[in-house]
């Protein structure tokens, strides 16, 4: 679906054709649901039937008068959203219905989509407008009707369903502030299922040079900054940590960044994204088993390039940078070995025990670059980096590590508005003493306990004294829970997160990071 696509209006729902016209109803116990007048009459009924209750999901679906503009009228129910007190909670729950009227559309065949927006009385207190249901129905219909087929060929038929084509959002009043919800929506959307396509594609169709040319282009046609740092000046620079990794391939490693500078100096966020496009782990070699969702190992770097197309689009008043370094982590036959002892950009030393975890060899390179050339206010990684987290979170929530509180606030508050939640686990000496050599700075494991915060511990030896925070998103990334907007294989999480992050940072949030104290 194009981005022009996705329409508002004021006119009255049932004057347009459409394939699928929507009413959103909202459960009251014990009495009928909340609905528009133009359904209440067959509301009423299936009502008084049973057979509609306005619970979570629940659907009527009826055939108008021939000579009705709509070809099929679905009322879909909302759940009891009107008594909802946790506002992340409702927001989820529109987010959510999004997502079932993609998959209702792709039911019913329907190439549009016309959609009433509930009425604000119907809706929590906290979520009671106009433009943050139709930002939270956007994404979730643009999010619900992604679908991933560059690659099918013979085995695609004339009779799949190609998705949405048009979306028109109707509402009475405030049509200009409905309309910039629905562009946040749509900007955050549509930026996760970049991320998703990035994910999507196979080893040998995203490399190193494919981050680097999709930054590349998004930069002329946004006017953000573009560099790349490429082998040689790797070298120069001494990023020990990506050049190790990439020893064993033959594609060279890039590291891609991206610049957006307010028109007046302002304080900058700095996010760095793991951008691994396959992991094989290297000589300590991964199991066959699986080892295909190793071109999933990039989902930090397709996060943040990702959500650099809606800060481009939105132009926030806080700067943001972002840095992939990407390469494939390969045995080839100059493979760094276990045992071998390397010098990240910052001059720390480190043994390598585990060639599998070098994810945190080359984000100590990018963080410690980005904080000495760019002075951020503050730092966030998000990368693919631990199977422990999965064991500690299941796929429900990001492990946040970090040593700022205030920031840890705002990235809690992100991840609940986007449906993306994040759990804080703690970092201290005891889980940083596991990961001493005894011939070098630091080792790359700490072993198998806690494994997800000695990870962590590796990466705080990069950034000094500067507010940062480490997402862990191998249990989200792919296989994240089940919703009604996240389909099978990658979900783009901490897009959306990312992107919240930015719209809400403001001046006193920045000042709190500066002098708020970590544990």
């Given at each position: 679906?194009?981005?022009?696509?996705?329409?508002?209006?004021?006119?009255?729902?049932?004057?347009?054709?459409?394939?699928?016209?929507?009413?959103?109803?909202?459960?009251?116990?014990?009495?009928?649901?909340?609905?528009?007048?133009?359904?209440?009459?067959?509301?009423?009924?299936?009502?008084?039937?049973?057979?509609?209750?306005?619970?979570?999901?629940?659907?009527?679906?009826?055939?108008?008068?021939?000579?009705?503009?709509?070809?099929?009228?679905l009322?879909?129910?909302?759940?009891?959203?009107?008594?909802?007190?946790?506002?992340?909670?409702?927001l989820?729950?529109?987010?959510?219905?999004?997502?079932?009227?993609?998959k209702?559309?792709?039911?019913?065949?329907?190439?549009?989509?016309?959609?009433?927006?509930?009425?604000?009385?119907?809706?929590?207190?906290?979520?009671?407008?106009?433009?943050?249901?139709?930002?939270?129905?956007?994404?979730?219909?643009?999010?619900?009707?992604?679908r991933?087929?560059?690659?099918k060929?013979?085995?695609?038929?004339?009779?799949?369903?190609?998705?949405?084509?048009?979306?028109?959002?109707?509402?009475?009043?405030?049509?200009?502030?409905?309309?910039?919800?629905?562009?946040?929506?749509?900007?955050?959307?549509?930026?996760?299922?970049?991320?998703?396509?990035?994910?999507?594609?196979?080893?040998?169709?995203?490399?190193?040079?494919?981050?680097?040319?999709?930054?590349?282009?998004?930069?002329?046609?946004?006017?953000?900054?573009?560099?790349?740092?490429?082998?040689?000046?790797?070298?120069?620079l001494?990023?020990?940590?990506?050049?190790?990794?990439?020893?064993?391939?033959?594609?060279?490693?890039?590291?891609?960044?991206?610049?957006?500078?307010?028109?007046?100096?302002?304080?900058?966020?700095?996010?760095?994204?793991?951008?691994?496009?396959?992991?094989?782990?290297?000589?300590?070699?991964?199991?066959?088993?699986?080892?295909?969702?190793?071109?999933?190992?990039?989902?930090?770097?397709?996060?943040?390039?990702?959500?650099?197309?809606?800060?481009?689009?939105?132009?926030?008043?806080?700067?943001?940078?972002?840095?992939?370094?990407?390469?494939?982590?390969?045995?080839?036959?100059?493979?760094?070995?276990?045992?071998?002892?390397?010098?990240?950009?910052?001059?720390?030393?480190?043994?390598?025990?585990?060639?599998?975890?070098?994810?945190?060899?080359?984000?100590?390179?990018?963080?410690?670059?980005?904080?000495?050339?760019?002075?951020?206010?503050c730092?966030?990684?998000?990368?693919?980096?631990?199977?422990?987290?999965?064991?500690?979170?299941?796929?429900?929530?990001?492990?946040?590590?970090?040593?700022?509180?205030?920031?840890?606030?705002?990235?809690?508050?992100?991840?609940?508005?986007?449906?993306?939640?994040?759990?804080?686990?703690?970092?201290?000496?005891?889980?940083?003493?596991?990961?001493?050599?005894k011939?070098?700075?630091?080792?790359?494991?700490?072993?198998?306990?806690?494994?997800t915060?000695?990870?962590?511990?590796?990466?705080?030896?990069?950034?000094?004294?500067?507010?940062?925070?480490?997402?862990?998103?191998?249990?989200?990334?792919?296989?994240f829970?089940?919703?009604?907007?996240?389909?099978?294989?990658?979900?783009?999480?901490?897009t959306?997160?990312?992107?919240?992050?930015?719209?809400?940072?403001?001046?006193?949030?920045?000042?709190?990071?500066?002098?708020?104290?970590?544990?």
């Amino acid at each position: 679906m194009k981005k022009n696509r996705i329409t508002t209006t004021n006119k009255a729902a049932e004057t347009f054709k459409t394939d699928l016209l929507v009413y959103l109803a909202v459960e009251v116990k014990d009495k009928m649901p909340l609905c528009p007048k133009a359904v209440q009459t067959q509301v009423k009924k299936a009502w008084e039937l049973k057979d509609f209750r306005g619970k979570t999901g629940d659907q009527l679906l009826f055939y108008p008068p021939a000579k009705a503009p709509a070809k099929r009228v679905l009322v879909l129910g909302l759940g009891p959203v009107n008594r909802e007190e946790d506002r992340a909670a409702a927001l989820e729950a529109l987010r959510e219905a999004g997502g079932r009227l993609a998959k209702a559309c792709e039911k019913a065949r329907a190439k549009d989509l016309v959609i009433s927006l509930p009425a604000p009385k119907h809706l929590a207190p906290g979520i009671a407008e106009y433009p943050v249901a139709a930002e939270m129905l956007t994404e979730g219909i643009i999010l619900g009707d992604y679908r991933f087929v560059k690659y099918k060929e013979t085995t695609k038929k004339k009779t799949d369903y190609p998705g949405l084509a048009a979306v028109k959002l109707v509402c009475p009043e405030g049509l200009k502030p409905v309309r910039e919800g629905v562009r946040r929506g749509r900007n955050a959307a549509f930026a996760a299922c970049a991320s998703r396509d990035m994910a999507n594609e196979p080893g040998n169709g995203w490399t190193s040079a494919d981050f680097a040319a999709y930054a590349k282009v998004l930069a002329k046609e946004t006017g953000l900054t573009y560099r790349c740092i490429e082998k040689k000046e790797m070298e120069t620079l001494g990023m020990g940590g990506i050049l190790a990794v990439n020893q064993g391939s033959s594609v060279p490693p890039r590291m891609v960044i991206l610049e957006y500078r307010p028109e007046k100096k302002t304080e900058t966020i700095l996010l760095v994204g793991k951008g691994l496009t396959f992991d094989s782990g290297g000589i300590s070699i991964k199991p066959s088993a699986g080892m295909e969702d190793m071109k999933y190992d990039m989902c930090g770097g397709a996060a943040v390039l990702s959500a650099m197309a809606a800060v481009a689009e939105e132009k926030p008043a806080v700067g943001v940078v972002a840095i992939v370094p990407a390469t494939d982590n390969m045995s080839g036959s100059n493979a760094v070995h276990p045992g071998d002892i390397i010098r990240h950009f910052n001059g720390v030393t480190s043994e390598v025990i585990n060639t599998d975890a070098e994810g945190r060899l080359i984000l100590g390179d990018a963080m410690a670059f980005g904080i000495k050339t760019y002075t951020p206010t503050c730092v966030i990684d998000a990368a693919t980096l631990t199977g422990a987290v999965i064991i500690g979170l299941g796929h429900h929530y990001t492990g946040l590590v970090s040593n700022n509180d205030a920031l840890v606030r705002q990235l809690e508050a992100a991840g609940s508005t986007s449906g993306e939640p994040v759990w804080r686990l703690p970092l201290d000496k005891n889980f940083k003493k596991q990961i001493e050599s005894k011939v070098a700075d630091i080792k790359n494991t700490g072993g198998r306990p806690g494994g997800t915060i000695t990870a962590a511990a590796y990466l705080s030896n990069f950034v000094d004294n500067t507010p940062w925070a480490h997402l862990d998103i191998a249990g989200t990334a792919w296989d994240f829970t089940e919703k009604t907007y996240i389909p099978k294989g990658p979900s783009g999480t901490a897009t959306r997160t990312f992107i919240n992050l930015i719209r809400n940072w403001e001046t006193d949030t920045v000042k709190a990071v500066k002098k708020s104290k970590g544990r």
